[in-house]
């Protein structure tokens, strides 16, 4: 298995751009997570799906980010308008079933906010 | 809540054993454990579910007190390879894998 994809690894933008991620998770898995990690405030759970539907977005920071799942091969994390405080490592995640299972990361995308 | 991890960084010579602490202020029902080196993603370690549940992994185990809302990871006779951040993911009610991390304790071990 390739594990979960996520792509562009690396995106550098101007502030006020839009900025769209895309992830791609494990075949036959049916949570997923988006994931931020800054040195300040640490590894960040965002949102939340299963069976792509969104379960919990408490950590979506704000309205300028939105996520969504059409099917179960395909998230993406957008970001209209960026700001440079968004820089971060963005992590997807995926996980076989709800319950105690682990969760496969992928390789992150480093955003950069200029 | 974000669970509070200690120590926040530790070093090692190779064959030193470590433990690194994972404290909750709220009830767990769950503790994950990740390990994520430099410029990688996180990786899974292990699970720790309410019961007081005691797990290994090779030389890396861990334990769950329920009563103290706390998990410890156990890293015994370090490897080079050991070498990282260690994140604790709490988990307070059975809500489908959903986990808040610590800050994470870096690790270094040297030869």
């Known amino acids: 298995d390739a594990g979960v994809i996520q792509s562009p690894r690396h995106e550098v933008t101007e502030m006020g751009q839009e900025v769209t991620l895309r992830c791609k998770p494990i075949s036959g898995h049916n949570s997923l997570f988006w994931y931020r990690q800054t040195m300040m405030r640490g590894l960040e759970l965002l949102i939340y799906f299963n069976n792509n539907v969104p379960i919990d977005d408490s950590g979506m920071p704000e309205d300028r980010f939105s996520a969504k799942m059409p099917n179960a091969s395909f998230s993406t994390l957008k970001i209209q308008p960026s700001e440079p405080r968004d820089s971060a490592v963005y992590f997807c995640?995926?996980?076989?079933?709800?319950?105690?299972?682990?969760?496969?990361f992928g390789p992150g995308t480093r955003l950069t906010v200029t | 809540q974000q669970p509070v991890q200690s120590p926040q960084a530790v070093i090692l010579r190779e064959g030193e054993d470590a433990v690194i602490n994972c404290s909750s202020s709220k009830a767990l029902y769950s503790v994950h454990w990740y390990r994520q080196k430099h410029g990688e993603a996180p990786v899974f370690l292990m699970i720790l579910l309410k019961g007081g549940e005691q797990k290994g992994h090779d030389k890396i185990s861990a334990s769950f007190n329920e009563k103290k809302q706390q998990s410890s990871l156990y890293l015994t006779a370090s490897q080079l390879s050991y070498s990282g951040t260690y994140f604790c993911g709490t988990e307070h009610n059975n809500a489908g894998n959903m986990l808040t991390f610590g800050g994470g304790t870096r690790l270094m071990v040297k030869p």
């Open positions: 995640a995926s996980s076989p079933w709800t319950g105690n299972y682990e969760q496969y």
